[in-house]
């Protein structure tokens, strides 16, 4: 690939002035075999002025999952819709979509402003900043392991039903990206590496917003985490563990903290369950007596909804800070802390947060139990996940 150095705010004059340059200049010449059949020779110049993306594509479909993401109940929760699965291509091209600042009105903005790979996809600060420096009204979501969100809705208030409808949202959003549809099919149909990019996902040059929606979702259901130092502990015991499990690589403290996350001491598994520590569906799980946001009743209209949010999986949450939909949790330590004590009696808080007599439960962890439970929950970080070039920003320059 060419490395192509371009800074500052001129950079996509002098992207676009370049790639006009090099269209006409016959001596411009690419080193690189082409290796990959279905990308045509003519077009690889122009992507590899613009995308460093490798000749092969990479490997988003046949990943070598561990076991104990490949037993029920994970790989039943998947919800991949039968008519668009994922292909190399259309998460290559899904990848490209999601760093393109041409996604926002202005040019300013792309999803990876708010969904930071080295933050799991999330943003570090509590509301999100969008394309005329309006806020969001809540945290920015981690994308790890939706596809494995078995009800297949999307939003902390399940407002999208399906991930395709999700991913042209931000895009119409007035606040995150501001377009009109149309209006952002007729821009990158002629942004020159587009209908390559297309043609090769889809088999004609054509930009459509259906296919926008696909590749994107595509990107995001190919982002699975599965190399945790929790799951080096689970292939070391054999693919499986139960409440008993000792992991030889962890420390006294995590191993105790896992006990208190998967056995009735601490009961995240209730709600964050599985390896893949995903949740089955929106609950209230008690942080406020009185929600000012009422997330899923705010949507379905039912007062027996209201404080009813869907959780993310939880993997990677060290690096997703801050926590719940409207951020208000600032550490780890503070999200133990409200589920050892905190827990408010909202009249829909779960029934799994309620102890004898259908009070809020109180943990009543000692501080010492309360850092094991963190320190489990850092063991969910996963380094290849967050440095994996195939999530990465493929834009030279950037
Ligand atoms: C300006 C910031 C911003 C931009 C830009 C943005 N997002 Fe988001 N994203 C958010 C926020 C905030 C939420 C949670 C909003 C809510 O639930 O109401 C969210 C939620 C999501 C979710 C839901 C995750 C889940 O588990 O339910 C997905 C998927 C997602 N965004 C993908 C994208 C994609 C794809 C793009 C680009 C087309 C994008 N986002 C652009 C801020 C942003
Ligand atoms: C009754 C179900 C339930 C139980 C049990 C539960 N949670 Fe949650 N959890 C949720 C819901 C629902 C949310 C999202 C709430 C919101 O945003 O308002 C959440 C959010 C979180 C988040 C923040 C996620 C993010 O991306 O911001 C963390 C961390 C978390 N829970 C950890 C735990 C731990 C640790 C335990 C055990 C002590 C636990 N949970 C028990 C339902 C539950």
């Known amino acids: ?24 200049d016959e001596d411009f010449t690419d080193n690189d075999t082409p290796s990959n059949p279905t990308t045509p020779g003519e077009g690889d110049d122009i992507i590899d002025n613009v995308l460093d993306l490798p000749d092969t594509p990479f490997n988003y ?30 998460a290559t091209l899904g990848r490209v979509l999601f760093y393109d600042v041409n996604l926002s009105a202005n040019n300013t903005i792309s999803c990876s402003s708010c969904h930071v790979q080295q933050a799991g996809f999330s943003d570090p600060d509590r509301f999100s900043t969008g ?60 942004l020159d590496y587009y209908p390559i990019l297309f043609d090769n996902a889809f088999g004609t040059p054509d930009v459509t917003s259906d296919r926008i929606s696909r590749a994107l979702a595509q990107f ?32 006294a403290e995590e191993n105790q903290g896992f006990q208190i996350y998967f056995t009735n001491r601490g009961n995240c598994d209730a709600c964050h369950g599985t ?15 009185d ?25 990677n949450i060290e690096l997703t800070a801050p926590y719940m939909h409207d951020g208000s949790l600032a550490s780890l330590e503070d999200v ?29 962890l000692s501080q010492q139990e309360q850092a094991a439970l963190v320190a489990f929950l850092r063991t969910l970080t996963d380094n290849s ?14």
């Open 61 to 90: 479909v046949n990943i070598n999952l561990p076991n104990h993401y490949n037993a029920p109940p994970i790989n039943n929760s998947d919800n991949t819709p039968g008519n668009n699965p994922i292909t190399d291509l259309g």
């Open 131 to 190: 394309f005329e420096g309006g806020l969001t009204g809540r945290n920015s979501m981690g994308l790890a392991n939706a596809k494995y969100y078995q009800n297949g809705r999307f939003f902390w208030d399940e407002r999208s039903a399906t991930l395709e409808e999700q991913v042209l949202q931000p895009i119409q959003d007035h606040i995150e990206m501001g377009m009109e549809l149309d209006d952002l099919v007729a821009k990158l149909q002629v």
């Open 275 to 289: 390896a893949a520590t995903i949740s089955p569906e929106a609950r209230n799980n008690g942080l406020f007596l």
């Open 385 to 398: 996940f967050i440095t994996d070039e195939k999530f990465s920003n493929p834009f030279i320059g950037d």
């Open 220 to 251: 995001i259901r190919s982002m699975v985490s599965f190399d945790s130092k929790f799951d080096a502990g689970v292939a070391a015991v054999g693919g499986n563990f139960n409440d008993n499990t000792q992991f030889p690589n962890f420390t």
């Open 336 to 364: 133990v802390a409200h589920y050892n004590n905190g827990v408010q009696n909202h009249p829909n808080l779960d029934n799994r947060l309620r102890g004898n007599g259908g009070q809020p439960r109180r943990l009543n």
């Open 291 to 315: 929600y000012p946001d009422n997330g899923l009743g705010n949507v379905t209209g039912n007062p027996n909804d209201n404080g009813k949010f869907k959780s993310p999986s939880l993997r």
């Open 1 to 24: 690939m060419k490395m192509t150095i371009i800074h500052g705010v001129s950079a996509l004059l002098l992207l676009s002035l370049f790639i006009i340059s090099c269209a006409s």
